[in-house]
């Protein structure tokens, strides 16, 4: 392989698909993603299945991302030296594979028992990055051993008590993650009927609280550890969970705690990105929260064009929210996100199987991505602009 070859040309799974078809086998899971989900949602208990599923409100949202990602079709050319694709980025300084990876989903235990151990293991088998989440049922260290060399970011829930949000940082930068993601839109639960209907919320369960109970602050002041004693902490995460008097003065502290690239997930306003861009974090995310938060808000690929207009050439600008195939991907990146973080999908694919179902997920999503490069004759993302769009 010449040095400056691409390690993996991931559209060329479709050959060990077909291969093991010659063989008598097929898939174990659905590769069209409407099936997959419906299986997904079948598999799992009521109240899981409607707080992986569910949105805020009516769903707008939710319908908003994907009509906004359908609205924009592909525009191939032809005749173009294809034989190689490079998927490869390097934010951070950091290599990755690909610009995909696995965005941040809270208490994944109520979708497969492994839960976060099995997202990271899934991320690491194929190389891309994961966002390891605050509201998880394994800890970020134990998260960050299943992920090996694979990249990864901590997603920061800014908790209301400064001690417990810098000890969070702190254990983060221990752990190797490469980036702080502040998850901005969520100082609170959005409105979600499906939740409500259910009177579910699982961390009142005690579910999802990994990371606290094991942090040596959030312990302190407790009369018995948490496994002794659930409730008291259970009682203690209600009160320091979410902090709705943040503001952006407060990435100054941040930024004093930790040498770790900052990045905002939650923008959806040009003017919010150009502030972040003030106020000297490395990066955005473009993310409605899949529609969980805000009912009736703008679709999150809609909001991507003017927030790369206003910071692209200074920020990494990154997307989720509504992706559920390469396709998709190929969209978000030709409108200027630097990278796509997938999230709904891999958890139908754990749901079902796993790990393995989740790196099945992920590998397909990549497969169609490069595939959808090379017929679109774009082999590069340096050759993806807004000219592969039409309306």
Known sequence: MAPDQPREQFGDHYRSIYLAGAGGERPTLPVDWRELEARAVEALDERAAGYVAGSAGTGGTDRANRRA???????????RDVAVRDLRISPFGKEWPAPVGLAPIGVQTIVHPDGELASARAAARVG??????????HTLEAIAAELGTSPRLFQLYWPNDPELCESFVGRAEA????????????????????????AYLPAIEGIGLANFFADPVFRTGLERAPEEDPGPAIGKFIGVFGNPSLT??????LRSRTSLPILLKGILHPDDAREARERGVEGVIVSNHGGRQVD??????????????????ELTVQFDSGIRSGADAFKALAAGADAVFVGRPYLWGMALEGAEGAEKVLRWILAELDLTMGLAGRPSLADLDESALRP
């Open 69 to 79: 990602l359908d609205a924009r079709r592909i525009v191939p050319v032809m005749l």
């Open 128 to 137: 891309v990055p994961l966002i390891a989440g605050t509201a998880a049922g």
């Open 248 to 253: 952006w003065d407060d990435l100054d502290w």
């Open 175 to 198: 752990a190797g993650y490469e980036a702080i993601v502040v998850t901005v839109d969520n100082a609170f639960p959005g409105w979600k009927p499906r939740d409500l209907q259910n």
């Open 296 to 313: 009736g808000a703008v679709a999150a690929f809609d909001a991507l064009p003017d927030v790369v207009a206003a910071v692209g050439d």
